[in-house]
Each structure stands twice: as structure tokens, then as C-alpha cells.
């Protein structure tokens, strides 16, 4: 596919950023659905907290089963399996919005200590995540990035504070956990597109942790990542 033009933060929205793709399926029925179920009438703000908050929660994060085609990464797919990882989260996130009528981008960054366990970190032999997804959001004549990667659940078994969102400030992962203790850190940012790199997050995907990739490609890399989290702790 050809790679989506990555665009500026302080640039205004444009159609693109309200649009349908493969990906980003907003005008399918279930998508709607979720919508007309969350959406708050006639006030974006609280429609878009609304949104942030049933994505965060209704979808379980799990790293372990993703699949990188465009039935297996597109919005309704992950909205209907419920289950996701930080991008395939992101990609509904972004449908979401743009269905309820606020313009959405898809925002990718590389961090290190993202939320995991002992086994995700020997399955990826590394503690950086790259492309890790959030969500660029246009409210108030603003940009405003937020990621609804970690439902609440999985936040109470690691002791993080679920991630909320106001309306009106960035809501990106946690930088310490509820202890205090340093939790995660942005190394890069890739900057915001108006549909998914499936291609470029793929590329990069193999070459920081190749292992990991060859189990997804036969199907997963096993394990249940909420019940590890019972018994390990954050980074």
C-alpha cells in the first residue's frame, strides 16, 4: 500500500482527518453502533471522553495476538473480537471519533517501559516498544494526543492508575506508576498520519524483535498477558 503522508501537528484539520479508509472503517454498522451507544448529543467533548473511556476498557489489551492484514487490523474487527493491541486500540479509537464527527489521526512513537511481564519481554528480547499507537484528536481549535491502550482491569493488576482523559488535556501513557516509581518514557515520536503505515510499522516491527514476529505469523505468540500481569510488576 502506499505509505500515508505524515502530517503536522499545528496544521487544522483537513477531510482527511474525518474519512473512511480500509483501516478505518467509521461507517461500519457495528462502528456506528458503539457510537450511537457512547456518544454524549450535542457536546463533542464529553462525546469524545465517552469514547476514549469504552475503547480503553470494552477492549482488552493483548500484545500477543495481532494480526497484520487489513481485515485483522481494520477498526470493526478489533471492536468486535474485543481484544487489541496499542495500535489495533488506536485504529478503533480513531473510527470512533471520526464517526461521531471529530477529527482523528493516528499518532506513533517508540517507548520504553510500556506495561509488561516477564514473558513479554523475553518473547520481544527488548524493552522498547516501536510504533507504539495513540490517538491525535481535534477539539477546542486544538490537537490533543491520547492513548486508550491499558483497560482498567489490566491497570489494577500491574497497580497503575488507569489513564483518563478530560477533554481537554494530553493523555499519554503514565510516566510513573502509583508508587511512584519511573514507569514509561517516550524515545521517539513518528509523528501523525491520517491512515494506518500497516507496511512501515511491519518493517520496523522485524527488525527490533524478530521473534516475536515469527510467532504471530504462525497465528500468536501464546500466553494470557492479563493473567501474567497478576503476578509481575510494571516495566
Not at 467509521?26 to 469514547?51: C, N, P, Q, W, Y
Request: glycine share 8%; with cysteine; net charge negative.
Amino acid at each position: 500500500m502506499t505509505e500515508p503522508e505524515v502530517l503536522n501537528m499545528e496544521i487544522p484539520p483537513s477531510e482527511g482527518d474525518l474519512g473512511i479508509t480500509a483501516f478505518m472503517d467509521a461507517d461500519h454498522f457495528d462502528i456506528l453502533a458503539f457510537v450511537r451507544r457512547h456518544e454524549k448529543k450535542g457536546d463533542l467533548r464529553a462525546t469524545a471522553i465517552s469514547l476514549y473511556t469504552a475503547v480503553r476498557d470494552e477492549i482488552r489489551y493483548d500484545p500477543y495476538r495481532i494480526e497484520f492484514s487489513v481485515h485483522g487490523m481494520k477498526a470493526s474487527t478489533t471492536l468486535n473480537q474485543g481484544y487489541g493491541y496499542c495500535v489495533a486500540k488506536a485504529v478503533v479509537l480513531a473510527a470512533a471519533l471520526r464517526a461521531a464527527g471529530i477529527p482523528a489521526r493516528l499518532g506513533f512513537a517508540d517507548v520504553r517501559n510500556h506495561l509488561s511481564t516477564a514473558r513479554m519481554r523475553e518473547v520481544m528480547g527488548t524493552d522498547l516498544f516501536v510504533y507504539h499507537g495513540y490517538v491525535a484528536l481535534f477539539l477546542t481549535d486544538r490537537w490533543i494526543k491520547v492513548t486508550p491502550t491499558f483497560n482498567r482491569e489490566l491497570c489494577d493488576r500491574f497497580g497503575i492508575q488507569p489513564l483518563d482523559f478530560d477533554g481537554e488535556n494530553d493523555a499519554l501513557l503514565h510516566p510513573f506508576d502509583i508508587q511512584g516509581r519511573e514507569h514509561m518514557r517516550y524515545e521517539k515520536d513518528h509523528g501523525l498520519f491520517q491512515d494506518l503505515p500497516v507496511t512501515r510499522i511491519i518493517k520496523e516491527s522485524m527488525k527490533a524483535y524478530p521473534q516475536m514476529m515469527v510467532y504471530l505469523e504462525k497465528g500468536g505468540a501464546g500466553g494470557d498477558f492479563h493473567a501474567e500481569a497478576g503476578g509481575d510488576s510494571p516495566g
